[in-house]
């Protein structure tokens, strides 16, 4: 199957595990090129990801959402990088149960191509001209479509328990970004601090 990996990171001739935030190290892999290319724009810092994007429910077109006006350019305008391709058998990934379209492979696997990407945005703007990627627009979402994009926000912060580490760059971004979401973490927290101590 034909696999694809998104990389700032130019020469790679072989793709070798590496550890996110899962319990091992694994080599990140999709079977959609667009999706690959969502990876060389990451707004925030390892360990934290921050790539908003969902599919269309009739089809396996990606749908880059954006959650404050002209994201998707603020994060990815004048960035470059790489769409590694791989070539893998099935016994050598296995899929990741969150995100359909992605692969883990546990072992390094061999690069059979690659494609420089010059400017992410002028790619994401010729993948939609393409018909190969949808951008749902700030502007055109329900205040319904925030507010669960909002809640699934405020959840992560208290799955990450960010309030230990409130300069890191995840809590920096969602405080520019999303000072209404960081107050509600921040208001959660104190409501249960006032029920441990009640």
Same mark, same amino acid.
């Given at each position: 199957?034909?696999?694809?990996?998104?990389?700032?990171?130019?020469?790679?001739?072989?793709?070798?595990? !590496?550890?996110a935030d899962h319990d091992r190290?694994?080599? *990140?892999?999709?079977?959609? &090129?667009?999706?690959a290319a969502f990876y060389l724009?990451?707004?925030? $810092?390892?360990?934290? *990801?921050?790539?908003?994007?969902?599919?269309?429910?009739?089809?396996?077109?990606?749908?880059?959402? $954006?959650?404050?006006?002209?994201?998707?350019?603020?994060?990815? /305008?004048?960035?470059?990088? *790489?769409?590694?391709?791989?070539?893998? /058998? &099935?016994?050598?990934?296995?899929?990741?149960?969150?995100?359909?379209?992605?692969?883990?492979?546990?072992k390094p696997i061999e690069v059979?191509?690659?494609? !420089?990407? /010059? +400017?992410?945005?002028?790619?994401?703007?010729?993948?939609?001209?393409?018909?190969?990627?949808?951008?749902?627009?700030?502007?055109?979402?329900? /205040?319904?479509?925030? +507010?669960?994009?909002?809640? !699934?926000?405020?959840?992560?912060?208290?799955?990450? &328990? #960010?309030?230990? &580490?409130?300069?890191?760059?995840?809590?920096?971004?969602? !405080?520019?970004?999303?000072?209404?979401?960081?107050?509600?973490?921040?208001? #959660?927290?104190?409501?249960?601090?006032? +029920?441990?101590?009640?």
């Open positions: 199957m034909k696999l694809y990996h998104g990389s700032i990171i130019g020469d790679i001739k072989v793709l070798e595990p !590496r550890q190290p694994y080599v *990140y892999m999709t079977t959609i &090129d667009v999706v724009c990451n707004a925030v $810092e390892r360990p934290y *990801y921050w790539f908003p994007y969902g599919f269309d429910k009739n089809s396996d077109i990606p749908i880059y959402h $954006e959650l404050y006006p002209d994201a998707l350019k603020q994060v990815s /305008e004048g960035i470059s990088g *790489y769409i590694y391709e791989v070539e893998a /058998e &099935d016994s050598q990934v296995i899929p990741f149960k969150n995100i359909p379209c992605a692969r883990l492979a546990a059979v191509q690659c494609t !420089r990407i /010059e +400017n992410a945005y002028e790619q994401f703007l010729e993948y939609i001209r393409q018909g190969k990627m949808r951008l749902g627009r700030f502007e055109d979402k329900t /205040e319904q479509q925030l +507010n669960w994009w909002y809640s !699934r926000l405020v959840d992560y912060l208290i799955e990450k &328990d #960010i309030v230990k &580490d409130p300069d890191c760059s995840y809590a920096v971004f969602v !405080r520019d970004k999303f000072p209404q979401v960081w107050e509600k973490y921040l208001m #959660i927290l104190q409501g249960e601090k006032g +029920n441990v101590d009640n």
